[in-house]
């Protein structure tokens, strides 16, 4: 009996792991296919989506006044260039912005998420010509979904994202698109 059993528990233990092997290949495609599925409902939870209304927002500005950010006039557009004084990433798109703002036909902000008092010294220091404002609460923050910098948000006279973009903006193509979207007066709604 003894030799009996051991023939038949090499050809099951094969069978078994065989099996097992196969659920877990099964299992890792499954999950595979369900992380593409979520992906993009997990990413609307932190960053800004195109369609995404934002708030209405007095915001204080390096020059001591306060700005509304949130609330194009009708027919206009409205760009947010979102960025932290300490990040490379937004320095280096400091050049493109400026190129972008020169344009009279776009309504540009800067939108720091430092405070008040950094924000006017870089604003002095890189001599940016739009108006900045600082946006330092964690609310105001997640409402706009700003978790990450630098990012350019483009808001249609709804107060809608119609245009969002993160990372570095170097190129004078990348500055061409985005002074298109910011121009463009029909809705990039759905």
Known sequence: M??????LARP??????????????ALARQKQSLEVRYREPAAR????????YVPVIRA???HGDSVLIGEPGEGERQVLLVFDTRCPY??????????????????????????LEASRSYAMEHALG???????????????????????????????????????V??????????AAARETSSLLP
């Open 2 to 7: 003894d030799v009996l059993t051991r023939r």
């Open 12 to 25: 099951a233990l094969v069978l078994a792991l065989t099996a097992a092997a196969i659920i877990v290949v």
């Open 45 to 52: 939870l932190d960053d800004p989506y195109v369609g995404m």
């Open 60 to 62: 204080p500005s390096v």
């Open 90 to 115: 937004s320095r280096a798109s400091l050049p493109s912005w400026k190129a972008l703002a020169g344009d009279s036909r776009v309504c540009i902000y800067g939108v720091s998420l430092d405070s």
């Open 130 to 168: 739009f108006p900045v404002v600082s946006l330092t609460k964690p609310r105001a923050q997640g409402l706009f979904h700003l978790q990450r910098v630098p990012q350019i948000l483009i808001l249609n006279d709804e107060g809608r994202v119609a245009f969002t973009r993160l990372g570095v």
């Open 170 to 179: 170097e190129s004078d193509a990348a500055v061409g698109s985005i002074g």
